[in-house]
Structures are given as C-alpha cells and as structure tokens.
C-alpha cells in the first residue's frame, strides 16, 4: 500500500480521484507534516532528556536539602547553647582578671632579706645597714612594660613598711 520512499505517494492513494494539482498539493502538505512530525519528534527528545537532567538536578536537590536540615538542627543545638558559652565566657573572663591580679601580687621585691639560709642567718646576727629596724621590709609593685634597652622599668606603687616595732620608733 505504501512506498518505500515516501509514505505518501501518488500511488499510496489509488482510490482518490482528483485533479493532479489538487494531489500534488495534498501531497505536499502531508509531506510538510511529516517533516513538522520529525521536528517535534526531535522536540520531544530535547524535552525528555531536559526533564530527565531537570529530575537529576532536584534529587540532588533534595539530598542537599536534607544535608541543610542537619545542619539547621546543628544550629539550633548550638544556638541553645549561647547562653552556656556566655556565661562561661564571663567567668573565664573573671578568672583572667583574678589571674592579673595575682600575677601582679606574684611581682612583689622585697629589699633586705637574702637568698639563702645561711646569708639570712648571717645578716640576721650581723645586723643590718638599712635605716630601718631589723624586723622591717619594703615592697614594691612592678609595673610598665620594658624599656628600650630591654630592662625591667620598676616604678614603686606603693612603699610598705612591716614591722613589729612601733611606728614612731622609725
């Protein structure tokens, strides 16, 4: 019934009686949509391998959705521990303070008194040169950071005196 060539020929339509020119447009038109078939063929192609990349794309979308909802619980877990870090962080905060400020007690100088044993007992029994008692001693905080020539700069903040004689004999 058909032709191997074309799916419409002239003789694929025997039964047909029409002027040739009304035929030959017929058959121009049935071979006008063949080819407008074939486009679309192509079309459908270029439009099931466009939703086949589109349906690859959303599951990769959807494991990166999940990976997102682990993180926002990861968030959230650590958002509730805020207020835990921010108290810590203040009493660590404290503590440095109190740290300073011992480490600051820790550079006291103390004027009079040996190293060793020995020198203690030796100046104890030979008496001293200071012109204060014996039994007295001076401290100093250091203080300010070191000077060009990489000495300690040591500025007295305050002079104590601890004795156990009474002050006006000093």
């Known amino acids: 019934m058909a ?16 002027p040739v020119d009304a035929t030959e447009r017929i058959l121009q038109e049935m071979t006008a949509v063949g080819r407008r078939l074939e486009a679309m063929d192509f079309k459908i ?17 959807q494991d990166n959705i999940s ?14 521990m ?11 905060h404290a503590k440095i303070t109190d ?3 011992r480490s600051r007690r820790d550079n006291v100088r103390f004027f009079g008194i040996p190293n060793t044993q020995r020198a203690r007992m030796s100046g104890l029994s030979s008496g001293s040169s200071y ?3 014996l039994d007295s001693f001076q401290r100093a905080h250091r203080i300010g950071p070191p000077i060009k ?18 002050p006006d004999s000093l």
């Open 3 to 18: 032709s191997s060539k074309t799916p419409f020929s002239s003789t694929a339509m025997p039964a047909i009686s029409c």
């Open 45 to 61: 192609t270029d439009l099931s391998a466009a939703c086949t990349s589109i349906r690859a794309n959303i599951a990769g979308f």
């Open 67 to 80: 990976d997102l909802n682990q993180c926002l619980v990861t968030v959230k877990g650590q958002l509730v």
């Open 82 to 92: 805020l207020p835990e870090r921010d108290s810590e962080l203040q009493f660590l």
């Open 99 to 101: 740290l300073e400020d």
């Open 131 to 133: 012109p204060f008692s």
């Open 149 to 166: 020539l990489m000495r300690i700069n040591l500025v007295p903040l305050s002079l104590v005196f601890y004795t156990t004689s009474r």
